[in-house]
């Protein structure tokens, strides 16, 4: 069994991970959304987001390489992205990353943890289900990095203190 490891972003080649959240948006997100909306995520718009908010992104390495990332971007109890290479999706990089992220929440001093999948991604809805998340809400919101509206579900689990 391969040794799966999670650091902070800041030890880590942004342009690196750009490629992997690349790979998992085009693999995951990109079928379900508006064609007209590809052109504005590219490896450099996940490069980006990585030098900017470094300090709330988790990396997870399996046997020496990154395998996917996961972030509160504004340092609260809101996961903002979780991106798994598709070379390594079903080997618990997921699982591993949000239970990393939810013990951050929790230190922050926050009960709750929440998100908001693409109702459409089955994949990433039926994973935070498993993981004791529960929906609060389905709608439809506008989408302020794609510019559309999707249909959203947003999930709430409780921390246990």
């Not at 085009?26 to 504005?40: D, N, Q």
């Not at 988790?58 to 046997?63: D, K, Q, S, V, W």
Request: hydrophobic letters at 45%; glycine letters at 6%.
């Amino acid at each position: 069994m391969l040794e799966l490891t999670i650091r902070n972003a800041h030890f880590c080649d942004a342009a690196e991970v750009g490629v992997i959240g690349y790979a998992s948006w085009r693999k995951g997100i990109a079928p379900l959304v508006p064609s007209e909306t590809h052109a504005l995520v590219s490896e450099a718009t996940f490069a980006d987001f990585i030098r900017e908010y470094w300090k709330q992104i988790l990396i997870a390495e399996l046997a020496g390489r990154i395998a996917g990332i996961a972030a509160t971007e504004e340092g609260d109890n809101y996961i903002s992205d979780l991106w798994v290479s598709p070379l390594y999706e079903g080997l618990g990089v997921g699982t591993t990353l949000i239970t990393a992220l939810e013990r951050r929440v929790s230190d922050r001093g926050f009960d709750t943890v929440e998100i908001e999948v693409m109702t459409a991604n089955r994949r990433a809805l039926d994973l935070y289900l498993n993981l004791g998340y529960v929906i609060t809400w389905q709608d439809e919101r506008m989408d302020t990095v794609l510019q559309a509206p999707l249909h959203k579900t947003a999930l709430q689990k409780k921390l246990r203190r």
